[in-house]
């Protein structure tokens, strides 16, 4: 029974790892493209920074967040209070260009941080699965066919569920998982397929000495 715990504590352990530090990998890579979208610099200082400013995408970034401030400040056309004695706007309560930013902001970093979180979680219960799966002892058949197959067939409709909430077609779901989520699981099944033969090929050959030792 303790044995039992172990392992189920190792293969939670493993989930909570792998799932941190593949969305650590994802997001981090992912505001990285964001600042240099951006033209932020996380290194450099403002100043050391105006000779490699790209002037389109200034514009393009302040086209957009003055659309927004411009709908704000439009909001505040006294005729919509004269019509509605109960309207009441934004702009009321809140600077207009403040706001536009803040939202741009916000709306942005929220993006950033969510947009890898659930293929995290799938990709870690996959590697807890796997890991799970050829640590039992049962034929090498049965483990890259639960292991591998199995997790492959399970993961991307649930992946594709939980972003539109409802099941596609089979190729759609499959077509719609993103590739690095096959190549990723592939690579890491086959390497903690082969870390656990040599250890259990090492453990074989460490008995079968102690067992010898032993014999008359």
Not at 87 to 92: D, F, G, K, P, V
Not at 135 to 161: D, H, S
Request: charge should be positive; charged fraction near 15%; proline fraction near 3%.
């Amino acid at each position: 029974m303790k044995s039992i715990f172990k392992k189920i504590f190792k293969t939670f352990m493993l989930f909570v790892i792998s799932t941190i530090i593949i969305y650590l990998l994802f997001t981090v890579s992912s505001f990285y493209k964001w600042c240099h979208k951006n033209q932020i610099s996380i290194v450099n200082h403002s100043n050391d920074l105006l000779t490699y400013l790209d002037s389109d995408k200034i514009q393009e970034l302040g086209e957009r967040i003055n659309l927004s401030y411009q709908v704000m400040k439009d909001s505040l056309d006294p005729s919509y209070y004269e019509e509605n004695s109960n309207y009441h706007s934004l702009a009321e309560y809140y600077d207009p260009l403040g706001f536009c930013v803040w939202s741009y902001m916000q709306e942005e970093i929220s993006w950033i941080l969510n947009k890898y979180l659930v293929i995290s979680i799938l990709s870690g219960l996959s590697i807890a699965i796997a890991y799970l799966v050829i640590t039992t002892k049962i034929k090498p058949i049965l483990k890259f066919t639960i292991g591998y197959f199995g997790v492959m067939l399970i993961i991307p409709p649930i992946y594709l569920y939980t972003w539109t909430y409802r099941f596609w077609d089979i190729l759609q779901t499959y077509h719609s998982t993103p590739i690095y989520f096959y190549i990723g699981y592939t690579i890491i099944f086959i390497l903690m397929y082969i870390v656990n033969y040599q250890i259990g090929k090492k453990m074989t050959k460490e008995l079968n000495q102690t067992i010898q030792k032993t014999l008359p």
